[in-house]
């Protein structure tokens, strides 16, 4: 089992940056595919990036794609989603969720409790 921690969130103006934090334990986190979700009012939970085990693949919404980085240091445990160019669109709670194998399980076996973002125009 992994336990999720997201940090980072707040409010920032359009076109601004933030980067939110997820720290996680466990003592196989070194093998879990990670990924970020958001979710938004009354809106269903959408996949945004996600990152394998070994940080060799990484992946992203269309929606985010060049202005939004997944990375992550498994010595330290820790996986981080870089937000730039923010839109009043991308306001959300940002969700870090992880799996042992992700293909295998067909989705995010673990969650953290979220972190709001928020985007004024």
């Known amino acids: 089992q992994v336990q999720l921690v997201e940090s980072g969130g707040g409010l920032v103006q359009a076109g601004g940056s933030l980067r939110l934090s997820c720290a996680a334990s466990?003592?196989?986190?070194?093998?879990?595919?990670m990924g970020w979700f958001r979710q938004a009012p009354g809106k269903e939970r959408d996949f945004v990036a996600a990152?394998?085990?070994?940080?060799?693949?990484?992946s992203y919404a269309d929606s985010v794609k060049g202005r939004f980085t997944i990375f992550r240091d498994n010595a330290k445990n820790t996986v981080w989603l870089q937000m730039t160019s923010l839109k009043p669109e991308d306001t959300a709670v940002y969700y870090c969720?992880?799996?042992?194998?992700?293909?295998?399980?067909?989705?995010?076996?673990?969650w953290g409790q979220g972190t709001q973002v928020t985007v004024s125009s």
């Open positions: 466990g003592r196989t986190f070194s093998y879990y595919d």
């Open positions: 990152i394998s085990w070994s940080a060799d693949s990484t």
């Open positions: 969720a992880a799996a042992l194998d992700v293909a295998r399980r067909g989705g995010y076996d673990y």
